[in-house]
């Protein structure tokens, strides 16, 4: 089976850096990513890791540790649009994507 | 270039009653997905094709739900009688290839079932 944790809610302040942490365990592995979605909007992808290590996009960062079966999305710089869920999907085989709940960020001045 | 469109945007009916939604995928994408999403969770696959080809339906209740993909482009999901339950988000997505390439998302169609 698959699962996948990751915090419901996270609040940080206009300016500084937030770390949203994802655990998982599934059956295979071929990659995961991170999503972002708007309250109401559809999901839009964010970031994409298969090996280890740090991905680095601008002011998103993601690292992945496939041994640990852990992943973090780093936000720096937080604006206020970054107001939004943040979902870790893990991609066990070679078809789909496992999502997580998500994880919400408040973004506060 | 377009993004992936979806119809209606929301729908309300009463239980038991029939639905249909609509999905047109990126251009060129081989690739789509109809995905559920409860209120505050995360999206859960229903069915993904490959051209017109059903790759993965395990999740769909197919006592009630059903797909198609006639031509290979775009896709309707009807649901058939509406339960209670059924009210969400369903989001259509659509890829390149299979694998890990990256989902593309439309912006769904709200459902309210009364």
């Known amino acids: 089976g698959q699962n996948i944790d990751q915090p419901t809610e996270m609040t940080a302040t206009e300016g500084a850096i937030v770390q949203i942490n994802c655990t998982y365990q599934?059956?295979?592995?071929?990659?995961l990513f991170w999503y972002q979605q708007h309250a109401g909007e559809a999901p839009t992808f964010l970031s994409y890791?298969?090996?280890?290590g740090l991905e680095e996009k601008g002011r998103f960062s993601s690292f992945l540790s496939r041994s640990k079966g852990y992943s973090y999305l780093l936000l720096k710089e937080l604006q206020m649009k970054d107001s939004a869920s943040y979902l870790c999907?893990?991609?066990?085989?070679?078809?789909?994507?496992?999502f997580g709940t998500g994880t919400r960020l408040t973004v506060i001045p | 270039e377009a993004g992936v469109a979806q119809s209606p945007r929301y729908k309300i009916i009463e239980k038991r009653q029939s639905v249909a939604f609509w999905c047109n995928p990126i251009?060129?994408?081989?690739?789509l997905y109809w995905y559920q999403q409860i209120l505050g969770q995360g999206p859960k696959l229903l069915i993904q094709?490959?051209?017109?080809?059903?790759?993965?339906d395990s999740q769909l209740p197919k006592d009630r739900f059903s797909a198609e993909r006639l031509k290979g482009v775009d896709s309707t999901l009807k649901i058939q009688p509406a339960k209670l339950e059924d009210s969400a988000v369903y989001l259509c997505?659509?890829?390149?290839?299979?694998?890990?390439?990256?989902?593309?998302f439309g912006p769904g169609t709200r459902l309210t079932v009364l």
């Open positions: 999907a893990v991609s066990p085989g070679a078809n789909n994507l496992f």
């Open positions: 251009s060129g994408h081989a690739t």
């Open positions: 997505a659509s890829s390149l290839l299979l694998n890990t390439d990256t989902q593309y």
């Open positions: 094709f490959q051209n017109n080809g059903v790759v993965d």
């Open positions: 890791n298969v090996l280890d």
């Open positions: 599934t059956s295979g592995f071929n990659g």
